[in-house]
């Protein structure tokens, strides 16, 4: 079956530490998208890409990094300069152009 | 810039009951316009759309129609189960432009059903 698979579903970051979150589709999507889901906040956006080896800011991009090597892939790195990572991280891809997006069943990242 | 605004939640219900969750927009020009499902521990699943005025988008019982004159894409359901306990998030995103399609979600409104 087509999706996003999203790992691991449970991530623990200790202080200082840097840690990736992994996201693979095989959709044959362009676009591939990261949200962070805060309690009562809804979903804010990280950082999009619309095709392979480019990438652009989102909402609140400071402290996370990406790369876009592959067209499946799509990977979140949390910097230890995010220095409130706790929160639901969510992929997700599509084909651009107003039509839906297609989401992971996310990660969720905790502070040790 | 862009924003989607939803009803304060949680929204409580017996089941039955008839279902609306408000949703309105502002943005410059014309969006298309989402509404996400969400079950507990889950990521996002799609539930229905609509990507011009007076369009009516429906799935699984669930309607709401595109008002441009209102901004307005409300959601409703003639009779909601337990199984529709979810959090519903509604959202726009553009087809053109240097968006490439960013969804922009409104907080999300926390819905619980009881028997």
Known sequence: DGGITQSPKYLFRKEGQNVTLSCEQNLNHDAMYWYRQDPGQGLRLIYYSQIVNDFQKGDIAEGYSVSREKKESFPLTVTSAQKNPTAFYLCASGEGGGRPQHFGDGTRLSIL | ?115
């Open chain 2, 1 to 115: 810039g862009d924003s989607v605004t939803q009803m304060e939640g949680p929204v409580t219900l017996s089941e039955e009951a008839f279902l609306t969750i408000n949703c309105t927009y502002t943005a410059t020009g014309y969006p298309s316009l989402f509404w996400y499902v969400q079950y507990p521990g889950e990521g996002l699943q799609l539930l229905l759309k609509a990507t011009k005025a007076d369009d009516k988008g429906s799935n699984k019982g669930f309607e709401a129609t595109y008002r441009k004159e209102t901004t307005s894409f409300h959601l409703e359901k003639g009779s909601v189960q337990v199984s529709d306990s979810a959090v519903y998030f509604c959202a726009l995103s553009f087809t053109g432009g240097t968006s490439y399609g960013k969804l922009t979600f409104g907080q999300g409104t926390i819905l619980t059903v009881h028997p």
